[in-house]
Each structure stands twice: as C-alpha cells, then as structure tokens.
C-alpha cells in the first residue's frame, strides 16, 4: 500500500524519498561522519602545531625538520577538505542545488579521508625516527598506512561487493 510520501520512486536501498529527500538524509549522514574525521584531525594538527614550541623542536636534523613541515601541509590541507563541506554548505543553502552540493562534499570528505591517513602516517614516521632507528620507524610507519588502506579502502569496498551481491 502506497504512503502519502510513495510516489512510486524507490532508491537502490528500497526507500521510497524523492531526490531531495535523499539529498537530506545524506547531507545528515555525512555530516555525522565527519563530526568523527574532524575531531581526531583537529586533535592530531593541534598536537602537530605545539610540537614547534617544544625545546626538543629545535635540535631535529633537516630530514626530520622537512618530514614535520610536510606532516604540517598535508594536515592543514586534511583539515581543510574535512571542514569544507560546511563552507559549501553555507554557499549552496537555497539554491536548489543540495543532490550535487552532497556529491561534492563526499568527494571532499573522500580526499579529506586520504590526507588524514597520510598526516597520521608521516607523523608516526617522524616520531618513530626520534625514538627508534630510521628503517624499523620506515617499516613501522608502512605497516600502519597498509593498516589504514585496509580498514579505510578495502574493508569498505568489500562489504558493498559481498552485501551488494546478496541483495
């Protein structure tokens, strides 16, 4: 039996929402999501941040210098994409455009995903090569990232080609 909102479109997921409804609904759900990225990105950069004001700060080497500047930039631009989705928000509210402001957004978050597990994996790097020897932190700072690759990518990308074929 049909509902005041069953016009006949049903999404993949069997939801009867019209495009803007579903635009809603994933603008809610991405938002969510970032909430979390967004929180341990702003904790990791900010721990980034003060680490320059250490007295430590001043005797790295300039490999460990370059690697902490690099950490810093691909950071910054992390925090960057995970929060733009607010400022895109903010230009595209009312303008009817929310379906493609949602695609725009993911794909920001998507990015903003990317640099995050690379910040995270430059700053293992650089700490592991203040605590330990240069090759063991290298491998340490790889086994983490294929760690991430694995939880971040290839987990997700698994369960919609296992759970999609069950349908």
């Known amino acids: ?3 005041q909102w069953d016009d006949g479109r049903r999404g993949q997921h069997g939801r009867v929402e019209t495009e803007e409804q579903r635009a809603d609904r994933m603008w809610v759900d991405l938002l969510q999501e970032l909430r979390v990225a967004q929180t341990g ?3 990791l950069f ?5 680490a320059v004001f250490q007295p430590t700060f001043s005797r790295l080497g300039e490999t460990d210098r370059a690697l902490y500047i690099s ?3 691909v950071g910054a631009c992390s925090v960057g994409l995970l929060i733009s989705p607010v400022s895109l928000h903010r230009v595209v ?3 009817r455009i929310k379906p493609q402001a949602v695609n725009v957004a993911s794909w920001m978050a998507r990015l903003g995903l ?3 597990a690379a910040t995270t ?3 293992l790097l650089l700490l592991m090569r203040l605590a330990i020897n240069d090759a063991v932190a290298a491998w340490l700072a790889f086994g983490v ?3 991430l690759v694995l939880l971040w990518l290839i987990l997700p990308l698994w369960a919609v080609r296992h759970y999609a074929d069950r349908r």
Not at 46 to 50: E, F, K, R, S, V
């Open 145 to 147: 990232g294929s760690w």
């Open 93 to 95: 509210a009312g303008r």
């Open 121 to 123: 994996v430059l700053v």
């Open 71 to 73: 950490t810093v930039i």
């Open 114 to 116: 990317v640099l995050l």
């Open 1 to 3: 039996m049909a509902t």
């Open 41 to 43: 990105m702003q904790v």
């Open 46 to 50: 900010g721990a980034l941040l003060l």
